[in-house]
T-cell receptor
């Protein structure tokens, strides 16, 4: 069965430090992966998706099929990056269902 | 105005009561979803609908029912609420041509 694992509930870093939020997945089909972010008092929203291969707000994520990972990275954390981050896997073909990881709370200290 | 609107935003109720959470959208999306969010468990899919005549169960549909009254409206009902249904509930929409979800602001439900 499909699964998304985010091993860290909380990641605390200092401003300017590199950030890596880990995400591993299990899926027998061709994976499509996303990172969603929820800032304080805001809605859950898409941060980036692997097929776009783009950098959003300085974040990047590369799909590694060999390691079944989709880690989110940023070289220099900013305080405004503090938020809850969810990794998600699209499954079910045309049904467009997402399975979410348990989330990682990123806290960037000044 | 928000694209995906959920009402109520907060609700406290008692065990055994019937509760309805409503979701409406102005995005013109055909697909709508209900998720619940619990600390340490992330978001889990309750029900989803591809159009007015299409309703599908998600991972955790027991104890819930839904109604797709129109393309723009998708409501979630708890026929007899129980305390372990205390959670934050999210409605989301997507276009059949895209794989990105647009979320509502959430409805926080507390069952005493």
């Amino acid at each position: 069965a499909q699964r998304v694992t985010q091993p860290e509930k909380l990641l605390s870093v200092f401003k300017g430090a590199p950030v890596e939020l880990k995400c591993n997945y299990s899926y027998s089909g061709s994976p499509e992966l996303f990172w969603y972010v929820q800032y304080s008092r805001q809605r859950l929203q898409l941060l980036l998706r692997h097929i776009s291969r783009e950098s959003i707000k300085g974040f990047t994520a590369d799909l590694n099929k060999g390691e079944t990972s989709f880690h989110l990275k940023k070289p220099f954390a900013q305080e405004e990056d503090s938020a809850m981050y969810y990794c998600a896997l699209r499954y079910g073909g045309a049904t467009n269902k997402l399975i979410f990881g348990t989330g990682t709370l990123l806290a960037v200290q000044p | 105005d928000a694209d995906v609107t959920q009402t109520p935003r907060n609700r406290i109720t008692k065990t055994g009561k019937r509760i309805m959470l409503e979701c409406s959208q102005t995005k013109g999306h055909d697909r709508m979803y209900w998720y619940r969010q619990d600390p340490g468990l992330g978001l889990r899919l309750i029900y989803y609908s591809f159009d007015v005549k299409d309703i599908n169960k998600g991972e955790i549909s027991d104890g819930y029912s839904v109604s797709r009254q129109a393309q723009a409206k998708f409501s979630l009902s708890l026929e007899s609420a129980i305390p372990n249904q205390t959670a934050l509930y999210f409605c989301a929409t997507s276009d059949s041509g895209a794989n990105v979800l647009t979320f509502g602001a959430g409805s926080r439900l507390t069952v005493l």
